[in-house]
Nanobody
Framework: QVQLKESGGGLVQAGDSLRLSCEVS??????MGWFRQAPGKEREFVGG???????YYSDSVKGRFTISRDNAKTTMDLQMNSLKSEDTAVYFC??????????????????WGQGTHVTVSS
């Protein structure tokens, strides 16, 4: 069975860095992504990585966050730098069976992790 599990969340101060990891088991995926959800808000796209390891990001994190993964596609990381209070959210790892395109919407993804909390204090 497919399982995704995030780790690495925590409490940090504005300006700090944090690295999240997503471990994949039960399958591999050409396209994976990160989403986040703050209390009372919609789950929003953070960034994604496609079959050739090209990455793409939302405007709110572009230049600050970086996605990478190992060659086996079993681990995907989210390096977060220059964190702001507005980055506070539960961060989710996601995967899709799609093998083409650059999906940016919640409905485009098929599998989800349980989420890991990131809190950025001002």
């Amino acid at each position: 069975q497919v399982q995704l599990k995030e780790s690495g969340g925590g409490l940090v101060q504005a300006g700090d860095s944090l690295r999240l990891s997503c471990e994949v088991s039960g399958g591999t995926f050409s396209i994976m992504g990160w989403f986040r959800q703050a209390p009372g808000k919609e789950r929003e796209f953070v960034g994604g990585i496609i079959y050739n390891d090209n990455t793409y990001y939302s405007d709110s994190v572009k230049g600050r966050f970086t996605i990478s993964r190992d060659n086996a596609k079993t681990t995907m990381d989210l390096q977060m730098n220059s964190l702001k209070s507005e980055d506070t959210a539960v961060y989710f790892c996601a995967a899709t069976k799609e093998q083409r395109g650059r999906p940016r919407h919640r409905g485009d993804y098929d599998y989800w992790g349980q989420g890991t909390h990131v809190t950025v204090s001002s």
